[in-house]
């Protein structure tokens, strides 16, 4: 039988404050949570846990010494050795004066000695059976009552955690989500191997992302912020895109430098993140109209573009590059990039922008229209008409206008 006293680390007279305090200091070291995959601290937990839940109980502390006791009685206690003499510690007293005067006695009583002592190791035989009898009879009593105690407990238990449950479904169901999973932290925390409680937590989250999920795509970014800014707080698993659609989600909202901050901590974790530096050089010029701010992180993003195609094609890479094989953010930074150029006035580095933007993706008509634009301004008004009359076959609506402007 395990010492359960030992496993908490407490001597078998300490009280209830000393138990609490004890569990509560291991409960912490071992638990799961802090050791995540080790095997020997989870089994550890569960023997600290094991160990409080009886200790800390009356009536199962009280079983539990009885049976120890009786374990140790048993294992200290001799009968008989292999001659038949009685162990000295449960020798009848009256039996060991019988000896020594046996001992002093002529071979006439040696008979009678003998019988004697065949009625003392009877009677001790029956003695010690109705004694260990008697002991089964008590533990099981005592196994009885603590099975009934301890299934009664149990049902206490349930009832109370469904009870909790029911109130974090509750504040759930009322969009108080933060309350649901502060409440359904501290119930893992006082029943923290309890199925119920970790799948309810697991539940929320799954619906939770959803809800957020379903908010962005309908464009109701206010709501999927809301939802985003809770999941970061109770969710340790959060997707890659996860710093985006919160940034997306504060952009829509006008909140300009909290959506940078968020973009910021991605660049500070991966520095060669292009979305992320392109994505802060479209807030700053697109939203805050900071263009001297905003060309430094394009500019940027455009560098590290360059270099990856360089190392990737070499230095002919405008000749081998195959636009299929890059993501949209390469054409996301030379388009933004010439905007930005376009509203610092600088038209010439703009058109260069357009040029390889309209590579990247030839379908773009807002490209053409931009170019049309920085044209214009440089006074090529042949190539402003050309640019606005391919942005209008590309079905550009605001290019209609431009082109009856320009082409005049």
């Known amino acids: 039988m395990e010492n359960l006293y030992q496993i908490l680390g407490v001597s078998e007279s300490a009280g209830m404050e000393e138990i609490r305090k004890a569990y509560k200091k291991l409960a912490v070291k071992y638990h799961p949570d802090k050791n995540p995959g080790n095997r020997a601290a989870e089994e550890m937990f569960k023997k600290v846990n094991n160990a409080y839940q009886i200790l800390s109980d009356m009536q199962q502390r009280t079983h539990y010494d009885l049976l120890r006791n009786y374990q140790q009685f048993q294992s200290t206690t001799t009968y008989t ?14 039996y060991e004066e019988r000896q020594r005067r ?16 065949k009625k003392v190791a009877r009677e001790s035989i029956t003695i010690g059976s109705i ?7 008590i533990v099981g009593g005592y196994m009885f009552i603590s099975s009934y105690l301890t299934h009664k407990k149990q049902e ?22 933060r309350a649901a999973f502060e409440e359904a932290d501290m119930l893992i925390s006082g029943w923290p191997i309890h199925p119920e409680a970790r799948n309810l937590r697991e539940r929320l989250l799954v619906s939770l992302n959803k809800k957020a999920e379903t908010a962005y795509k309908e464009s109701q970014y206010e709501k999927a912020l809301e939802y985003y800014l809770v999941l970061q707080d109770f ?19 006008k909140q300009y430098d909290q959506a940078v901050d968020r973009l910021k901590k991605i660049i500070e974790e991966n520095p060669n993140n292009l979305q992320a530096w392109c994505e802060i050089g479209k807030i700053l ?36 590059v195959e636009p299929s094989t890059l993501s949209s953010v390469h054409f996301e930074i030379f388009y933004n ?7 610092m006035g600088h038209f010439s580095e703009a058109i260069k922008d357009c040029s390889w933007a309209s590579f990247l993706k030839e379908n ?45």
Do not use: W
Not at 104 to 117: F, H, I, L, Q, V
Not at 161 to 167: E, H, P, W
Not at 337 to 343: D, L, T
């Open 131 to 137: 004694l260990i009898f008697g002991v089964l009879i």
């Open 337 to 343: 990039r010439a905007i930005i150029q376009k509203e």
């Open 102 to 117: 046996a001992a002093n006695n002529t071979a006439s009583y040696s008979e009678s000695y003998e019988d004697e002592r």
């Open 81 to 94: 050795d292999y001659n038949n003499k009685y162990s000295r510690t449960y020798r009848h007293a009256t």
């Open 235 to 253: 969710d340790k698993y959060l997707e890659k895109d996860f710093e985006f659609k919160v940034a997306k989600c504060f952009v829509e909202q």
């Open 156 to 177: 206490e238990i349930d009832a109370q955690i469904a009870s909790r449950i029911a109130i974090i479904e509750n504040y759930y169901e009322k969009d108080d989500f």
């Open 364 to 408: 773009k008509g807002e490209v053409d229209f931009l170019r049309a634009e920085c044209e214009y301004a440089l006074g090529n008004y042949q190539n402003a008409c050309s640019f606005a009359s391919k942005a209008e076959s590309k079905n550009y609506t605001q290019a209609t206008e431009l082109k009856n402007v320009y082409c005049n």
């Open 285 to 320: 010029g697109n939203g805050k109209k900071d263009y001297i701010e905003a060309s430094k992180y394009i500019d940027y993003a455009k560098k590290m573009a360059i270099t990856f195609y360089e190392q990737r094609y070499g230095k002919a890479y405008p000749m081998i």
